[in-house]
């Protein structure tokens, strides 16, 4: 299938580019950036232009910052086009609603790439049918690093440090064998930014988590759970690793955003959507619920 890439930044670069090169579903047949290309792809900077040419694309591939990305998935899904989003799906859940209304049969995948890390499969198997009754996760990384000069993570609708712990969020919400909500939370803005730099949570279940956009050196993304009847789940490297009671646990499939390619792939063929919010609703609950403190300036 012929795919369009709309944003071409980091993660567009990174991530998406590559994937699709390496499958077997896909072919890049176009992008959409105001600067950034692929070389050998059709470069276009306009959304409705590249959609008008190209009746033959079917499926969208959005990588914008979310604030804009309602408009462009809107326009797709009425130009009859299939949309994949990257995370997090939207800027707000009634938006990302109103897209599943707008898109009808069309395909819609709220991708979650974190959840697609080889040891998350195994770590809910493992906690499948027991009782949790206490966890802790740490996620913990450098904004400089992972989203250089990028002023609109600080901006309203970019989450700060909840857009990295979005990530934390959707393994969480898959691995639990019961739904858990939060309960209280602080959140630690600087007083020249919008968004939060820092995060401590609290959830139901005995559920902890830390979140932080100023670790430098290794980055620490790592989850814990423990259940009544003694087991512990780990999950190191964002998910990459289980371990259950010390002893790994095999992972098997492909890396995470080829995974989310192949996962596409097989939502189109199907004629389904996959639009899970769950993360994004604890991201809500956090913004409503937290107390806030300022914290100093934060330049990059």
Known sequence: MKVALV????????????????????????????????????AYTSLDTMLAEN????????CLPPVPRYDYAAACLRAGRHVMLEKPPGATLAEVHALQVLAGDQTLFATWHSRMAKGV???????????????HITWKESVRKWHPNQDWVFEPGGMGVLDP????????????????HLTAATVHT?????TP??????????ITADFDWLQEGDQTWEMVFRTMDGAVVQLLDGGKTCLLDGVTQHGTGQD??????ARMAALVGDGASDVDLSPMVHVSDIMTLAQRVATSAFDW
């Open 55 to 62: 009746p033959d694309i079917s499926v969208i591939s959005l």
């Open 190 to 194: 600087p007083e020249n930014r919008q």
């Open 256 to 261: 995470e955003y080829p995974a989310l390619y």
């Open 197 to 206: 730099i820092q995060a401590e949570l609290k959830f139901t279940c005995g």
């Open 121 to 135: 499969a195994a770590a809910k198997i493992a906690l499948a049918g027991k009782t949790v009754e206490s966890g």
């Open 7 to 42: 944003g071409i930044g980091k993660i567009a670069v990174d991530q998406h580019v590559p994937s699709i090169a390496a499958s077997p579903d896909w072919e890049l047949a176009a992008t959409v950036s105001r600067t950034g290309t692929v070389q050998g792809v059709p």
């Open 165 to 180: 712990g979005i990530n934390a969020l959707s393994i969480m919400t898959e691995v639990l064998p019961a739904p858990v």
